[in-house]
């Protein structure tokens, strides 16, 4: 409701300047209660004896349904029913925009069929106007598929290996569109921050040729409203059907879009019979071929932050109406904030578009995954269609491309297919800020997109139990995993490598950890072994397996972060489901109370430092040493936008009294990295040690421990 009263002020900003009248589009929100029934087969029932609220989820309706995300023979259907009202005399254009819904829709107004779409992820345009009664009450009913199957199987259903429940529901909003000839069918923006200008290119769609025909135009500050720029795209001849008017816009003296400062503009264009108003942000961002960095607006910047698996969410016990609360989804990204994250993927699959405008207005970079996960073998890989993943990919582009957000299009997840090779390559082309793509496990297309590296180095852990030694618990395995440089793994390079090696790009690890707990401080089904056997957990209390868990992360985030391995660090995951009773679950988030939102005390903590803007490590992973001088590298890199000047520190406990103190001044350039090699002398006699090395940021101690013992 605050968008459309603010774009309509810009409405009215605008015709006081030009003294133009323009009719504005108007829009019909029909979210809200519906009727539902569920369907054996296409026919619509007689009677609808439940409720449902969209967007949401059927799981939700009142009575509940049976069996709800799973196969269930009785019902291949649910029927979303309701009524609305229309004026009586209708514009030439009215559409039905069903943003998103699961398993296919197929669209009934007053008893007629008025079309089918059996994609799930993107939008649903539907041309009703033929079907519709101006003045009168209308009938509109949503036949979506009850379950994953119900499509094609040529169409991506968004299969997860690690999902037990596929829920139905129409997910995102619906809305009736009515508006005049030419329609404004699609506008992309495409920000130059170096020439500090706009492009537009604007689908008209007209239903007859018009000579001498311009758009006018209005570029405001999104927050004020305070117009920067209003004028007129160059005459240009329409044809009847689909045009394109390609012009540019000055935003002299711009302000740019960062997480820092998600600083937004709005573009209204106005034909005279339609009316569209788009938010965008002047930002630029790019990969550094040779630098293998991300470059926000021409300017290095660590890509640091987590994921969101919402359709793991959506089967969560607690989910409830939260994925549709404005407020707490902003809260949710606030929350992200404060661990300082800057950036977030959309893990296998695409939340509601309101989210797309929180990660906007908050301040996040969005690497966009599309919901396709495939093994190499498996029936869906050879079944699955290039043109209708061509298709999907063409839809989700046009909607999503003037989110300053959305920097980078993952085409699908740990998968090595050719069909998405072949789809990327068709649309990569449409979007003109030529955004990078992730490709899964395939191979990159471009020397500038990212390759994607999950390197679970718990997961290598399982492979050894059967035939090592037990390690000591909590300190064993850090040799093993750290003593060198490692390369991330578990990626493009071992599945899929190209004849020269491995891939010369830049590279995000996108996915990292293997210690999930559950909320309850259960271990999940992947990591039972790892509190079991590694840290011998079986008779732990609940906060002694929590700060395991949050320490060992924090150790794996300052080891990627310090080597400087990759251009992004994504934790997995900020938003998952928590399942600790049957069926378990594989993975969980780092909340102990989903719906106010609150971490895991030890993970908030620990954690949060290691992604803070410096970052620190000391480089010695060794259980047990000799006595005598211990050379200590510590590692301390600034991904700060300017240089860093402070002290750092090295302090000694030997059985938990303090024994000595280091300390040195360093002063560290903007995106660098110092490595200080300390010496301290250790004890010949047997004791526990601890050392921890510190810089001070702002009003924050960041931190790195490791324990050993003297022999």
Known sequence: MKLQVHYFLIFLFFVSCTGKNKEVRETINLNGKWDIEESATINLPENYTHTCIVPGLVDKAAPSFDSVGVKYTKRNFYNYHRTFELPQDLPSVVLLKVNKATYGTRVFINGQEAGYNPFCFTPSLFDIRRFLKPGKENDITLQIG???????????????????????????????????SPFIRNVQVVPDIKNEKIRVLAEIESNKDIEGFSIDFMVSEYKTGKKTINGTSPLQNLIKGTNK??????????????????????????????????????????????????????????????????????????????????????????????????????????????????????????????????????????????????????????????????VIWDAQNESVTEKTDEALS????????????????????????????????????????????????????????????????????????????????????????????????????????????????DSSTSDEIRIIHAENIGVLTEYWRCHRAAAAIMHFCGLGYSRSSQPRGQTSDNFIDIKNLEFDPWFYKIVKDKFAPLCIMIDKWDKSYQPGELIVPVYVINDLQNNWEGQLTLSGTKNKNQVQLYSTKLNIEKSGRIIQKLKINISDNPANYEMEAQVIFKNDTIKSNRKFRVL
């Open 146 to 180: 009850a379950y994953l199957d119900n499509i094609p199987d040529s169409i991506p259903n968004g299969r997860d290996f690690e999902k037990i429940k596929y829920i139905a529901g129409v997910f995102d909003k619906v809305e009736i569109i009515l508006s005049g």
């Open 426 to 537: 068709a649309v990569r082309g449409l979007d003109l800020s030529n955004r990078p793509w992730d490709n899964g496990y395939a191979a990159p297309q471009s020397e500038t997109d990212c390759i994607e590296s999950h390197p679970y180095l718990f997961m290598e852990y399982q492979n050894w139990w059967n035939n090592l030694p037990r390690p000591e618990p909590g300190i064993g395995y850090m040799k093993d995993f750290f003593d060198t440089i490692r390369v991330p793994n578990n990626g493009p390079n071992e599945l899929s490598p190209s004849k020269s090696g491995r891939y010369n790009n830049p590279m995000v690890i996108n996915e990292y950890d293997w210690l999930w707990i559950n909320r309850d401080a259960t271990s999940t089904t992947l990591t039972d072994k790892v509190y079991s056997y590694l840290f011998k957990c």
């Open 245 to 406: 008017l390609d012009f540019t816009i000055p935003i002299n003296n711009c302000k740019l879009w960062s997480p820092e400062d998600p600083f937004l503009y709005s573009l209204s264009i106005f034909t005279g019979s339609d009316s569209k108003t788009e938010r965008f942000g002047m930002r630029s961002f790019r990969f550094d071929k040779d630098k293998k960095i991300a470059l926000l607006n021409e300017k290095p910047y660590a890509m640091l932050g987590t994921n969101v698996c919402l359709y793991r969410f959506f089967e969560d016990p607690s989910r409830g109406a939260l994925p549709w609360n404005y407020d707490w989804v902003k809260k949710l990204h606030l929350r992200f904030k404060e661990m300082n994250w800057n950036c977030i993927r959309y893990c296998i699959g695409f939340p509601p578009e309101e989210w797309y405008e929180i990660a906007d207005e908050t301040g996040f970079l969005i690497q966009d995954e599309y919901p396709l996960w495939i093994s190499k073998d498996s029936l869906l890989n050879i079944r699955v269609n290039t043109n209708s993943l061509i298709v999907e990919y063409t839809r989700w582009m046009r909607e999503r491309w003037n989110h300053p957000c959305v």
